[in-house]
């Protein structure tokens, strides 16, 4: 299993990338039919319906983080340089992932709170989340060496894993303005299978592109490298 | 596939993360330990109660707005924020109010007592996680077992 090369790995993603993607694309265009004729919520109205992005991105967010650590770990103990480029190419996308989960969260709560932001336990330790994606790339690109920068970055990402359980039971542990889970939940899901249902296609689809862009930055890298080698070879 | 043995040096590294996560995760559980009435966001009307010099403090009140209380009188919003131990304060609030502030739903409200009424300068509704359509709603109420307002 630590075997694989990040060689091996890229051509694998980027031979069934075509089918990801499509799959995708078929996903997200019948999760927006869904959205656009699913009956308003009783008491939210339409403004619920922002839902159907800021749910999948946000347990993206939080899975990209989980995969991040664990494949810094590995990297970090078995000194395995695909391990290091997954985590290096997971980065970005859980930044992004987690801006649209801060935005569609503030329109959200605007409508429904009547607040853009509030520092209640879940919305800070979601920000927090968030910076640390940042810290993550800025401290892949503040080293020469990308061997050094892989493992300074490795260290922040498996400190960073602590915060993932704050996020995660924030709403069960400290009172907050954001409301509990409504899906991974003790009990069963607290919305109605036509709701759950909409929910899951948009994050099948969601996820799906992530991970059609996740081969696509992973790619890129393998083959700067290779190419940085080459030159370097032919001075 | 190559055997993936256990040597020294990628135990010695383990130990090393396991021991960097383990000083970290703790320091942190601490912190938000003895920081915990700091990092929750609002009291019930029953934590009150245990707290003394209430008076002129700053405080966010959390509850449901108690059921026939919401009334505007005088160009002021009064009503009664009540928790599941039925304690509750009475709030007055000169502003407008968030479009989902309703009888038995969720609110929290953000101000100062004086002279024992809530004078609330924030007001936000709290909605929970409860999400369905109103023809469910019919449905349930059909059958007998719909238990909202």
Redesign the interface.
Known sequence: ???ITPNTLSNFMISLSRYIILLSLALISVSIFLIIF???????GIS?KI?FIHVPTAWLSLAIFLVMGISS?IG???KSPTAFTVARSLSPIGLIMSIIVLVTGSIWGN?????YW????RLTSMLILAFIYLGHILLLHSFEHFQKADFAAS?LA??G??NLP?VKFSVDW????H????VL?MGGP???N??LITLLVSFFGIFMLTIFWFSNIFYIIVEKRKMERSILLND | ??I?KLNSQ?KK??IF?LI??AC??AS?FLI?YSL?DQ??????PTDLKSMDGIENKYLRV?GLVKTNSLKFLDGKWIFEVVDQNQNSVNVVFSKTL???V?EN?GI?VEGKFIDNIFIAE????????????????DKLKEEGKWRGN
């Open positions: 299993m630590f075997a699913l009956e308003n919520d009783y008491y939210q619920f839902m770990i970090l103990i078995f409508l429904t709170w009547g607040a509030v520092w209640d336990a260290i498996i400190i894993l602590v704050i400290w009172t907050t303005l409301q509990e889970s409504s939940r607290s919305m109605t036509d709701y | 596939m190559r993936i990628i590294r383990f993360l960097i996560f970290f995760s942190i938000s915990k990092i929750a966001y609002f009291v019930e959390g968030p479009n989902l309703e739903k929290i924030i007001v936000l509704a709290k909605h929970d996680e409860n999400y369905m359509p109103q023809s469910a709603i």
